[in-house]
């Protein structure tokens, strides 16, 4: 099978509006990533008094982190959601686009974990984003 190479460029992140029939409105502004969005196992280790080596087993995989990082306007709609997401520790939804041949979606719901803010007088204003998902990944 062939595989036809695409750029990351134009990867869309979405943000739901709450309502009943999601709604999702593209966060402007990302200027690293999102990086994330696949899935870990959980390793366990087992090692006695015996065990000449150490016996791990895979117990569970999980969606791991999405982070990235956006040139911040506090006046934009979906800046100041995510704002306050994280603030108020709110479960929102997300979709992510990717910009491969089959435009591959990614759908759920997480916790916005971090909302750092950088000021460097060098650079722009820009937020650091980390979201956790709670729950697996609907992937169309």
Same mark, same amino acid.
């Given at each position: 099978m062939?595989? !036809? ?18 709604? %999702? =409105?593209?966060?402007e502004?990302? #200027?690293? /990533?999102? *990086?994330? /969005?696949?899935?870990?196992?959980? @390793? @366990? &280790? ?7 080596? @150490?016996? $791990?087993?895979? #117990? ?6 999405? *982070?990235?990082?956006l040139?911040?306007?506090?006046? &934009? ?6 704002r306050?997401?994280? $603030?108020?520790?709110?479960? !929102?939804? %997300? ?7 089959g435009?591959? $979606? @990614?759908? =759920?719901a997480?916790?916005?974990? #971090?909302?750092?803010?950088?000021? &460097?007088?060098? &650079?722009?204003? $820009?937020?650091?984003?980390?979201? !956790?998902? =709670?729950?697996?990944? !609907?992937i169309?």
């Open positions: 062939a595989i !036809t190479e695409t750029a990351a460029h134009g990867a869309v992140l979405g943000i739901g509006d709450g309502t009943t029939v999601e709604s %999702f =409105f593209t966060v502004g990302i #200027t690293a /990533g999102p *990086t994330g /969005g696949g899935y870990a196992a959980r @390793i @366990i &280790d087992l090692f006695t008094h015996s065990s000449s080596v @150490i016996i $791990k087993t895979a #117990t569970v995989t999980e969606p791991t982190d999405l *982070t990235f990082e040139a911040y306007d506090s006046s &934009d709609t979906y800046h100041a959601q995510l306050d997401a994280a $603030k108020n520790l709110t479960q !929102t939804n %997300f979709e992510l686009t990717f910009t491969d041949t435009a591959e $979606k @990614i759908a =759920f997480a916790v916005v974990a #971090t909302f750092d803010r950088s000021a &460097d007088p060098e &650079d722009w204003n $820009k937020i650091s984003v980390t979201l !956790t998902p =709670f729950g697996d990944f !609907t169309t």
